[in-house]
C-alpha cells in the first residue's frame, strides 16, 4: 500500500515541481513523511515510466508522459509482446528484434506509446531501428519498452 502512496506523490510532485534529479524528487519526498533511498525512487520511476522531457526554455525535468487512449495502447501492447523478440541499445541508437516481417507493426506499435521521444526510426523485415536524442533518452525508452514487454530489466 505505502508503494502506490509514494508513486501518487511522486506523480504529484512532478505535476507541481520542474524537477530535475532523483535526488530532488527524494528530498521533497523525505519533507512529505517518506523515507525512500535512491534505488526506490529510482524503480518508482521506472515503473511510473517517467521520462525527463525539455520543457518550453529547453530545460529538462521529469515528467509523466500523456496516457494515450486506453484501447488503442492496449492494441499496441499486444502487437509488441506478439512481434518483438528482442531490444538492445548502444549510445542513442536503439535495435529491436522482432519475428519474421513483424518489424513495420512494432515500430508503427512503438510510435504510438512513445513516437514523440524518438527522432527517427528506419524498419525491415525483422529489425527496427531507432534513432534517440541522446543515450540516457535511448536507455530510458528500452527500459519502458521491456516494462511493456514485461522481459528483463537491466
Given at each position: 500500500m ?17 524537477l ?54 492496449t ?6 509482446n ?23 507493426a ?49
Amino acid at each position: 500500500m505505502m508503494k502506490y502512496q509514494r508513486h501518487a506523490k511522486i506523480l504529484e510532485l512532478i505535476a507541481n515541481h520542474d524537477l530535475t534529479t532523483q535526488e530532488e524528487i527524494i528530498e521533497l519526498l523525505r519533507k512529505e513523511g517518506f523515507d525512500s533511498t535512491q534505488a526506490t525512487v529510482s524503480r518508482d520511476m521506472k515503473e511510473l515510466g517517467l521520462i525527463k522531457a525539455a520543457d518550453s526554455k529547453g530545460n529538462y525535468k521529469y515528467i509523466q508522459p500523456k496516457p494515450a487512449n486506453s484501447s488503442s495502447t492496449t492494441k499496441h501492447l499486444l502487437i509488441l509482446n506478439q512481434a518483438v523478440v528482442g531490444i538492445s541499445f548502444a549510445l542513442h541508437t536503439i535495435v529491436i528484434k522482432t519475428h519474421a516481417g513483424m518489424a513495420q507493426a512494432a515500430g508503427a506499435a512503438i510510435d504510438h506509446l512513445v513516437g514523440g521521444e524518438i527522432l527517427g526510426s528506419i524498419g525491415g523485415d525483422d529489425t527496427l531501428l531507432l534513432i534517440c536524442q541522446s543515450e540516457e533518452n535511448a536507455q530510458n525508452i528500452v527500459q519502458r519498452l521491456k516494462n511493456f514487454l514485461k522481459i528483463g530489466a537491466d
